[in-house]
């Protein structure tokens, strides 16, 4: 009896499965495409990128409360304070950028908003003439090692 009813159980679940899987599927189907990348908070569009312009107020290696990981620069621009988030890797090892208070950069990423607080998502840092590459063009944040593949200065070749 026992059997029985186990096997009728299982039976049920795959009877009542397929509607609530063609049910599923159709809300999905029906689902504009752009609603999925309005949702991902951490999609990176080059078409989107900015460059701001201003003074170092502060070189944050480690996030202060309420930020997102990695380092951050706070930049003072003409429309106000930036914070311009690098990544994890943003200022560790060769190839990172040397900055500190008081000097000029140019940065460029794309904005954010990132718990409830406007973020420049860097990809590009440029001090004292040097640029950085600090992210990919598809906003992945280059590490120590990648930085040194992709710029033979860094790792000591000629060009």
Known sequence: MKRLLAGSGALALVLLAPPCISSRAQILAQAPTGAAKSQAPFTYDVSREV???????????????????????????????????????GLRGDGAPSVTAGQRVKVTGVMRTIKDKPVLWTRIVKVDGQSYTIRNQHGFPLSAQSRKRTNPKIAGGAL
């Open 51 to 89: 460059t701001i312009a201003g003074k170092v107020s502060s070189v944050l290696a480690k996030p202060s409360t309420g930020m997102i990981m990695g380092s951050h620069l706070l930049i003072v621009t003409s429309n106000g304070l930036v914070d311009a988030s690098l990544g994890r890797f």
